[in-house]
């Protein structure tokens, strides 16, 4: 009886059969994309999320909410519920276009509730424009923009205890609802006595800490630490500590970043409903795309003449 050992062949069918159909799903996901790459614009893949995340809807408890304010989207026609007049401690306040982290910060964020109907009083130091004289803008006020307190000495140096005078003199008038201490503007031995006080924080020290730990990483094996970070370990764990025992006299806080709020949140142990975040983006109404001033930007930097682009894909996604 004779036997066929004859080797199998291969499954051919089944062979080519797979890999059409991986060429087949590359394809389909490549062509898509190469559309929306050539058809769309560089500003608009670049957005981040919370710029074209916004929540269709929501209703409850603000203060219950997980996500960044940002998301929300206010109807500009339709006036608050209730009207508050809120009070801002702000070591500076931008004029016009001119940049800034913190202050720029608490411009969008208060001019947008004053565009709202409520009423802000800002509590900054003296601001000059170029000329040397406090611009108009100061001077004047109207019904949605916010009103501003300079306190009295030099331009761009926060004295808070000018401010809090300022503040007094606004507060025997009518009282305020909420007040804010932009960066921990206000001193906590003035601040303790206010209800309603918010505070926001632009960089905790653990968030310090975590940066240069991460810093450190980056190290090659055979490449010594670096003396600063080794004596910087000493300073900032102290005063992670500090702040971890401190921050819960504060009865809100503001964190700018979503990371922040889970510090704030699961290792500062400060309770959900005392955590809120408000991211720190950019003012699109304020600031636009220069095609000529980015060309010129990437051709002093040596930038290739080739685009870049840049995908940013949703957190549901």
């Known amino acids: 009886m004779a036997f066929n050992n004859k080797p199998k062949k291969p499954h051919l069918i089944s062979f080519h059969s797979n890999v059409f159909a991986t060429l087949l799903f590359i394809l389909a996901f490549t062509v898509p994309l190469l559309f929306l790459i050539l058809h769309t614009s560089t500003s608009y893949l670049c957005k981040p999320p919370f710029a074209s995340n916004k929540v269709k809807s929501w209703s409850g408890d603000l203060r219950n909410a997980l996500f960044a304010w940002n998301r929300l989207s206010f109807p500009h026609i339709q006036s608050p519920p209730v009207t508050l007049k809120i009070a801002v401690f702000s070591r500076k306040w931008p004029i016009g276009t001119t940049p800034g982290g913190m202050e720029r910060h608490a411009y969008t964020l208060h001019t947008a509730l004053a565009r709202r109907g409520h009423r802000v009083h ?13 611009p108009d803008v100061l001077t004047t006020s109207s019904n949605d923009s916010p009103r501003i307190h300079c306190h009295e000495g030099e331009a761009g140096k926060w004295q808070y205890n000018k401010a809090w005078e300022l503040f007094n003199d606004e507060n025997q008038r009518q009282p305020f609802d909420v007040i804010h201490s932009e960066s921990v503007a206000l ?11 918010a505070v926001s924080w632009h960089g905790i020290a653990l968030e310090s800490l975590q940066s240069s730990i991460y810093q450190d990483l980056t190290r090659k094996p055979n490449e010594p630490m670096s003396p600063a970070f080794n004596a910087s370990l000493y300073g900032v764990v102290p005063k992670v500590l500090k702040e971890i025992r401190f921050f819960h006299n504060y009865a809100h806080h503001v964190a700018i970043s979503d990371s922040c709020g889970e510090m704030l949140r699961d290792v500062y142990q400060i309770p959900r409903k005392r955590v809120h975040v408000i991211l720190n983006g950019v003012d699109e ?7 000529s001033l980015g060309l010129d930007f990437r051709s002093e930097i040596g930038v290739p003449k080739m685009l870049v682009w840049c995908l940013v894909w949703p957190e549901d996604w």
């Open 187 to 197: 001193p906590h031995s003035l601040a303790r006595n206010l209800k309603n006080l």
């Open 122 to 134: 800002v509590f900054t130091s003296p601001v000059v424009n170029n000329n040397g004289h406090p």
């Open 285 to 291: 109404n304020g600031f636009g795309n220069d095609l």
